[in-house]
């Protein structure tokens, strides 16, 4: 099969081969992103290639319109429209965001420019927060900042307390976590659940044991959500899942089950979720992430009861961004099978 980097391949080994007029090979450019800091050095050293940083919040630069890779991380929605239309020359487009939904919506000809995303390099962040988010919902973090706010003690959150009550959400230790959407976050997240004692299981397209964990497909939802503490949504945002926690899948849980989203908002109906959450049919919701960002100050969430919005503060600093550009351009020149392809 030819994919659109067996087809640069093919066009780069002909434009190579020929040199027109002085007999020196022609070279192709890599832009890569000021709005982060890269090592440049260690991208450095291949021999047809010459980098070139571009600001992502305006227009491509003429002299940079013909380059073939391009290298996105918080790209204006101007900016990408822009390139889709402008770059002409463009094969490859390298995100740094686990889910580049920026670049799949700038409308750029996917038929022959590959796309690959930054999955990996926000594992250890994103499971982080989320292991925050958790501690936070069960340890009550944000109802005693509340409480501090107006200057009062909480009392029923401290002294003596019953040790892990059945219908309770107010520990990791043997909660039920479930984890919808069983990637590469999920896979760093899930060791630091085990260790504080939680029964970890994931739902992702394909079952089976990764990692130690029993990952099921969707058709289990109905069997899991019922025996399920704390749900931890890791999706992606596309049409697949939009939306995928419903209202029936809400009405499924525990009343007292609480919901953290570090994954894209559009998976959860927030209508549906504000619903629970004000019936006290489940525990609690911790969010970074919306259906909208900023989240819109009219949005019925803000005052939701149990409801801890984080303004998508989970990932935002990609980690070795370096290797994994390096190792797609090794392939991309190779012509092999990019990482993280979409
Ligand atoms: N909050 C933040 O700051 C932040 C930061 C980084 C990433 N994110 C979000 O987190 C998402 C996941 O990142 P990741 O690196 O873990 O991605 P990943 O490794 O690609 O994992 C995605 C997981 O979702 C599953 N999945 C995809 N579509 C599904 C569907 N329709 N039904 C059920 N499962 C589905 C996949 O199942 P299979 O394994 O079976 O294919 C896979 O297990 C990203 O797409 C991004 O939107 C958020």
């Known amino acids: ?18 040199s027109p007029n002085n007999h020196t090979p022609t070279t192709m450019k890599l832009l890569y992103p000021t709005s982060l800091a890269l090592d440049i050095s260690s991208i450095e050293g291949f021999p047809t290639l010459t980098l070139h940083p571009y600001d992502v919040k305006t227009p491509i630069p003429e002299d940079l319109i013909d380059a073939e890779i391009l290298i ?110 069983f990637g590469n976050i ?55 899942t939009k939306h995928a926690l419903n209202a029936a899948r809400l009405a499924l849980m525990p009343k007292h089950a609480w919901i953290v989203n570090v994954g894209r908002g559009t998976s959860v109906d927030e209508d549906a979720l504000f619903n629970a959450l004000t019936e006290g049919t489940i525990g609690g919701a911790a969010l970074d992430v919306f259906e909208v960002e900023p989240l819109p100050r009219e949005s019925k969430l803000w005052k939701a009861p149990n409801c801890i919005v984080s303004p998508h503060a989970a990932g935002g600093r990609p980690q070795g961004s370096e290797a994994l550009i390096v190792d797609n351009l090794r392939r991309f020149l190779a012509g092999q099978q990019l990482r993280n392809a979409i």
Not at 2 to 13: E, I, N, Y
Not at 99 to 106: L, Q, S
Not at 195 to 221: H, M, N, P
Request: hydrophobic share 40%.
């Open 72 to 181: 996105t991380w918080t790209n204006s929605a101007s900016n990408l429209k822009d390139a889709a239309g402008r770059m002409k020359n463009l094969r490859w487009i390298q995100s740094l965001a686990a889910g580049p939904n920026d670049v799949i919506n700038a409308g750029f000809d996917t038929s022959r420019i590959a796309v690959t995303t930054g999955s990996g390099l926000h594992d250890r962040t994103v499971a982080e927060h989320a292991l925050g988010l958790l501690l936070n919902a069960c340890r009550r973090f944000y109802e005693m900042r509340d409480y501090q706010l107006q200057g009062k003690w909480p009392g029923h959150l401290g002294g003596p307390q019953p040790d892990r009550p059945a219908g309770s959400f107010t520990t990791l230790r043997d909660a039920r976590v479930l984890i919808w959407g």
């Open 186 to 240: 999920a896979k760093s997240l899930a060791p630091h659940l085990v260790a504080l004692g939680s029964t970890v299981r994931g739902v992702a397209r394909r079952q089976g044991v990764r990692d130690g964990i029993e990952v099921y497909g969707e058709d289990k939802l109905p069997e899991l959500l019922p025996q399920t503490d704390a749900l931890v949504m890791i999706l992606p945002g596309d049409p697949s």
């Open 1 to 18: 099969m030819r994919t659109p980097a067996t087809q640069f391949l093919s066009a780069l080994q002909s434009h190579l081969s020929v």
